[in-house]
C-alpha cells in the first residue's frame, strides 16, 4: 500500500490563477505491486526491481493531470557489509531509482546490522532528501520493512514526508 499527502497549495506559482495550485490539495492511498532480482554473494550484492507499480487513477483539473505521475519505480541496487565483529556488521548502499517521468535519482546509505535480527539505517539522496530505514526478521522467511523519508522539494519551497511498510518474503535454497 502507498499513501501520499500533496499540498500543491503550498507551492509558489509562477502564473497567478494556476488551476492546478489552488484547492488541489489531497492525500491517497493505493495498491503497489512489485518484484525483483538479486545476485548475491556472502559480503555483496547486486540487483535490479521495480519495486512498486501504483495502481491508481489519474485526477484532470482543466485537462492538468494533477494525479500521482509516478507510478513505477526502476531501480539498481548495489551493496556489500563490513563486519565489524560475528554479532555485528555495517553495511553499504548505493541505489539509482527512476521513477517514470522523472529523473534519476541518485542514493547512498549505511546500516548498523545485528544479522538475522534487525537493520537500522540512514541515507542520503541527490534531490536534498533523507532517509531513516529499518528491517526487522520476523521469522525464518518474512521481514517487516519500515521507511520514512523527508526532505523538501523544489529547493527549500516545499517540505514533504512519506512513510512506508513492506513485508520481505526470503528464499533460501540452501535449506531445499
Not at 546509505?109 to 541527490?126: A, W
Amino acid at each position: 500500500m502507498f499513501s501520499m499527502d500533496m499540498r500543491i497549495s503550498q507551492l509558489i506559482a509562477d502564473e497567478l490563477g494556476d488551476p492546478a495550485q489552488f484547492g488541489n490539495d489531497y492525500n491517497f492511498n493505493a495498491p503497489s505491486i512489485g518484484g525483483g532480482i538479486m545476485l548475491s554473494g556472502e559480503h555483496f550484492y547486486l540487483g535490479a526491481s521495480v519495486p512498486h507499480h501504483l495502481i491508481t487513477r489519474d485526477i484532470l483539473v482543466e485537462n492538468i493531470n494533477l494525479g500521482y505521475n509516478a507510478r513505477r519505480l526502476l531501480s539498481l541496487n548495489l551493496g556489500f557489509d563490513v563486519p565489524i565483529n560475528k554479532k555485528l556488521s555495517f553495511k553499504f548502499t548505493s541505489q539509482m531509482k527512476q521513477f517514470m517521468g522523472l529523473s534519476p535519482l541518485w542514493e547512498i546509505n549505511g546500516y548498523l546490522v545485528v544479522p538475522d535480527l534487525i537493520m537500522l539505517g540512514y541515507g542520503i539522496r541527490s534531490n536534498n532528501s533523507n532517509i531513516v530505514l529499518t528491517q526487522l526478521k520476523l521469522n525464518e522467511y518474512f521481514w517487516l520493512i519500515y521507511a520514512y523519508d523527508f526532505g523538501f522539494l523544489l529547493g527549500d519551497q516545499n517540505r514533504f514526508s512519506s512513510t512506508e511498510f513492506g513485508l520481505s518474503y526470503r528464499l533460501n535454497f540452501e535449506k531445499q
